[in-house]
Protein backbone atom coordinates (compact mmCIF):
# COMPACT_ATOMS: atom_id res chain seq x y z
CA UNK A 1 0.00 0.00 0.00
CA UNK A 2 1.26 3.58 -0.87
CA UNK A 3 2.34 5.46 2.21
CA UNK A 4 0.18 8.70 2.87
CA UNK A 5 1.43 11.61 4.63
CA UNK A 6 -0.66 14.24 6.98
CA UNK A 7 -0.40 17.21 8.91
CA UNK A 8 -0.42 15.99 12.44
CA UNK A 9 -2.90 18.64 13.77
CA UNK A 10 -5.09 21.16 12.60
CA UNK A 11 -7.80 23.72 14.27
CA UNK A 12 -11.45 24.49 12.74
CA UNK A 13 -13.68 26.81 14.46
CA UNK A 14 -17.11 25.34 15.10
CA UNK A 15 -19.97 25.59 11.79
CA UNK A 16 -16.51 26.14 9.74
CA UNK A 17 -15.52 24.11 6.51
CA UNK A 18 -12.62 21.65 7.66
CA UNK A 19 -10.37 20.64 5.16
CA UNK A 20 -7.94 17.79 6.35
CA UNK A 21 -5.19 17.11 3.37
CA UNK A 22 -3.62 13.80 2.57
CA UNK A 23 -0.38 13.13 0.36
CA UNK A 24 -0.25 9.84 -1.02
CA UNK A 25 2.66 10.87 -4.26
CA UNK A 26 3.65 6.94 -5.13
CA UNK A 27 -0.60 5.43 -5.14
CA UNK A 28 -0.68 3.36 -7.86
CA UNK A 29 -3.66 3.55 -9.84
CA UNK A 30 -5.58 0.87 -8.28
CA UNK A 31 -5.88 1.88 -4.94
CA UNK A 32 -8.54 3.48 -3.34
CA UNK A 33 -8.14 6.43 -0.99
CA UNK A 34 -10.09 5.94 2.10
CA UNK A 35 -10.61 8.54 5.37
CA UNK A 36 -11.60 6.98 9.05
CA UNK A 37 -11.63 9.09 12.04
CA UNK A 38 -11.58 7.79 15.52
CA UNK A 39 -13.24 9.95 18.57
CA UNK A 40 -11.00 9.70 21.55
CA UNK A 41 -11.47 6.23 23.43
CA UNK A 42 -13.80 4.83 20.51
CA UNK A 43 -13.19 2.13 17.62
CA UNK A 44 -12.16 4.16 14.21
CA UNK A 45 -15.19 5.33 12.05
CA UNK A 46 -14.89 4.96 8.05
CA UNK A 47 -15.78 8.27 6.48
CA UNK A 48 -15.53 7.66 2.92
CA UNK A 49 -13.08 6.31 0.31
CA UNK A 50 -13.07 7.12 -3.59
CA UNK A 51 -10.63 6.09 -6.89
CA UNK A 52 -10.64 9.20 -9.03
CA UNK A 53 -14.03 10.96 -8.90
CA UNK A 54 -14.53 13.19 -6.08
CA UNK A 55 -16.83 11.49 -3.57
CA UNK A 56 -20.01 12.71 -1.12
CA UNK A 57 -22.02 11.30 1.66
CA UNK A 58 -23.81 12.08 4.54
CA UNK A 59 -20.34 12.66 6.70
CA UNK A 60 -17.91 14.37 4.77
CA UNK A 61 -16.63 14.65 1.05
CA UNK A 62 -13.87 13.93 -0.70
CA UNK A 63 -11.79 15.55 -2.88
CA UNK A 64 -9.01 13.52 -5.72
CA UNK A 65 -6.83 15.49 -7.45
CA UNK A 66 -6.57 14.44 -11.28
CA UNK A 67 -3.00 13.12 -10.89
CA UNK A 68 -4.41 11.41 -7.72
CA UNK A 69 -1.16 12.19 -6.00
CA UNK A 70 -3.08 14.40 -2.96
CA UNK A 71 -6.53 14.39 -1.49
CA UNK A 72 -8.77 16.43 0.43
CA UNK A 73 -11.34 15.75 2.91
CA UNK A 74 -13.93 17.99 3.64
CA UNK A 75 -16.62 18.28 6.68
CA UNK A 76 -18.84 20.97 5.62
CA UNK A 77 -19.71 22.17 8.75
CA UNK A 78 -17.20 21.39 11.62
CA UNK A 79 -19.05 20.56 14.95
CA UNK A 80 -17.91 19.77 18.57
CA UNK A 81 -18.26 15.91 17.69
CA UNK A 82 -16.14 16.41 15.25
CA UNK A 83 -12.96 16.43 17.08
CA UNK A 84 -11.05 13.24 16.25
CA UNK A 85 -8.27 12.15 14.97
CA UNK A 86 -8.62 11.63 11.36
CA UNK A 87 -6.71 8.62 9.17
CA UNK A 88 -6.24 8.99 5.09
CA UNK A 89 -5.46 5.28 4.07
CA UNK A 90 -4.35 3.98 0.35
CA UNK A 91 -5.54 0.40 -0.07
CA UNK A 92 -6.41 -1.76 -3.19
CA UNK A 93 -9.62 -2.71 -1.56
CA UNK A 94 -11.38 -2.84 1.71
CA UNK A 95 -10.46 -6.41 1.77
CA UNK A 96 -6.61 -5.70 2.51
CA UNK A 97 -5.26 -4.92 5.45
CA UNK A 98 -5.46 -1.45 6.09
CA UNK A 99 -2.29 0.33 7.83
CA UNK A 100 -2.69 3.34 9.94
CA UNK A 101 -0.16 6.20 9.85
CA UNK A 102 -0.08 8.93 12.44
CA UNK A 103 -2.92 10.97 10.84
CA UNK A 104 -4.37 14.11 11.69
CA UNK A 105 -5.81 15.36 15.15
CA UNK A 106 -8.47 17.68 14.35
CA UNK A 107 -9.65 20.45 16.97
CA UNK A 108 -12.60 22.06 16.84
CA UNK A 109 -13.29 24.78 18.46
CA UNK A 110 -16.54 26.82 19.80
CA UNK B 1 -27.88 -4.13 17.25
CA UNK B 2 -23.98 -3.47 17.58
CA UNK B 3 -22.67 -4.66 14.07
CA UNK B 4 -18.92 -5.41 15.22
CA UNK B 5 -18.87 -6.17 19.28
CA UNK B 6 -16.42 -7.03 21.57
CA UNK B 7 -15.83 -8.41 24.97
CA UNK B 8 -14.74 -7.96 27.81
CA UNK B 9 -14.67 -4.07 27.17
CA UNK B 10 -11.98 -4.02 30.13
CA UNK B 11 -9.53 -6.77 31.07
CA UNK B 12 -7.26 -6.41 33.68
CA UNK B 13 -4.88 -9.60 34.74
CA UNK B 14 -1.48 -10.56 35.51
CA UNK B 15 1.72 -11.49 33.61
CA UNK B 16 1.66 -14.75 32.35
CA UNK B 17 -1.47 -15.45 32.26
CA UNK B 18 -3.43 -16.48 29.20
CA UNK B 19 -6.56 -15.08 28.16
CA UNK B 20 -8.87 -14.36 25.36
CA UNK B 21 -11.30 -11.68 23.89
CA UNK B 22 -14.16 -12.57 21.59
CA UNK B 23 -15.34 -10.67 18.85
CA UNK B 24 -18.67 -11.00 16.61
CA UNK B 25 -20.20 -9.45 13.86
CA UNK B 26 -23.61 -9.61 12.57
CA UNK B 27 -22.68 -7.26 9.14
CA UNK B 28 -21.91 -10.91 6.75
CA UNK B 29 -18.31 -9.80 6.20
CA UNK B 30 -15.95 -12.05 5.02
CA UNK B 31 -13.11 -10.78 6.46
CA UNK B 32 -11.90 -9.69 10.01
CA UNK B 33 -9.04 -8.56 11.79
CA UNK B 34 -7.34 -7.83 14.75
CA UNK B 35 -5.55 -4.25 15.58
CA UNK B 36 -3.68 -3.16 18.20
CA UNK B 37 -3.54 0.43 19.54
CA UNK B 38 -0.95 0.86 22.26
CA UNK B 39 0.09 3.75 24.44
CA UNK B 40 1.62 6.00 21.23
CA UNK B 41 -1.92 5.44 19.96
CA UNK B 42 -0.39 3.66 16.68
CA UNK B 43 -3.04 1.31 14.89
CA UNK B 44 -1.16 -1.43 13.73
CA UNK B 45 -2.65 -4.78 12.25
CA UNK B 46 -2.19 -8.12 13.90
CA UNK B 47 -4.47 -10.50 11.93
CA UNK B 48 -6.53 -10.43 8.71
CA UNK B 49 -8.91 -13.53 8.42
CA UNK B 50 -11.03 -14.30 5.31
CA UNK B 51 -12.76 -18.02 4.44
CA UNK B 52 -9.93 -19.43 6.42
CA UNK B 53 -7.27 -17.70 5.15
CA UNK B 54 -5.58 -16.12 7.63
CA UNK B 55 -2.64 -13.31 6.96
CA UNK B 56 -0.41 -12.86 9.76
CA UNK B 57 1.56 -9.37 10.72
CA UNK B 58 4.48 -10.74 11.23
CA UNK B 59 5.41 -8.96 13.84
CA UNK B 60 3.20 -10.74 15.96
CA UNK B 61 4.43 -12.75 18.46
CA UNK B 62 3.35 -16.39 18.09
CA UNK B 63 1.87 -15.67 21.85
CA UNK B 64 -1.19 -14.30 20.37
CA UNK B 65 -3.72 -16.76 18.25
CA UNK B 66 -6.55 -15.62 16.50
CA UNK B 67 -9.60 -18.28 16.67
CA UNK B 68 -12.22 -18.07 13.94
CA UNK B 69 -15.23 -21.02 14.87
CA UNK B 70 -17.31 -19.92 12.24
CA UNK B 71 -17.59 -16.59 9.87
CA UNK B 72 -19.23 -13.82 12.03
CA UNK B 73 -16.52 -14.68 14.76
CA UNK B 74 -12.82 -13.76 15.05
CA UNK B 75 -11.51 -14.62 18.77
CA UNK B 76 -8.16 -13.17 20.01
CA UNK B 77 -5.99 -15.87 22.31
CA UNK B 78 -2.94 -14.33 24.12
CA UNK B 79 -0.70 -16.55 26.05
CA UNK B 80 2.01 -16.08 29.17
CA UNK B 81 0.92 -12.47 29.06
CA UNK B 82 3.55 -9.96 29.19
CA UNK B 83 3.38 -6.14 30.73
CA UNK B 84 3.96 -4.87 26.71
CA UNK B 85 0.61 -6.69 25.58
CA UNK B 86 -1.30 -3.89 27.81
CA UNK B 87 -3.10 -1.43 25.18
CA UNK B 88 -6.59 -1.35 23.41
CA UNK B 89 -7.14 -3.93 20.51
CA UNK B 90 -9.61 -3.51 18.21
CA UNK B 91 -11.46 -5.80 16.11
CA UNK B 92 -13.04 -4.98 12.94
CA UNK B 93 -14.83 -6.54 9.92
CA UNK B 94 -15.10 -5.69 5.98
CA UNK B 95 -17.33 -6.90 3.14
CA UNK B 96 -17.38 -5.26 -0.63
CA UNK B 97 -16.55 -2.23 -1.53
CA UNK B 98 -17.44 -0.15 1.87
CA UNK B 99 -15.12 0.58 4.38
CA UNK B 100 -14.05 -1.42 7.50
CA UNK B 101 -16.44 -1.22 10.90
CA UNK B 102 -14.89 -1.56 13.98
CA UNK B 103 -15.61 -2.73 17.45
CA UNK B 104 -15.37 -0.77 20.74
CA UNK B 105 -12.08 -1.94 21.72
CA UNK B 106 -10.69 -4.09 24.65
CA UNK B 107 -9.07 -2.27 26.98
CA UNK B 108 -6.25 -4.56 28.29
CA UNK B 109 -3.71 -3.90 31.07
CA UNK B 110 -1.32 -6.32 32.45
CA UNK B 111 0.14 -6.27 35.96
Known amino acids: DAKTTQPPSMDCAEGRAANLPCNHSTISGNEYVYWYRQIHSQGPQYIIHGLKNNETNEMASLIITEDRKSSTLILPHATLRDTAVYYCIAAFNAGNMLTFGGGTRLMVKP | DTAVSQTPKYLVTQMGNDKSIKCEQN?????MYWYKQDSKKFLKIMFSYNNKELIINETVPNRFSPKSPDKAHLNLHINSLELGDSAVYFC??????????FGSGTRLTVV
Open chain 2, 92 to 101: ASSGGAGGYT
Open chain 2, 27 to 31: LGHDT
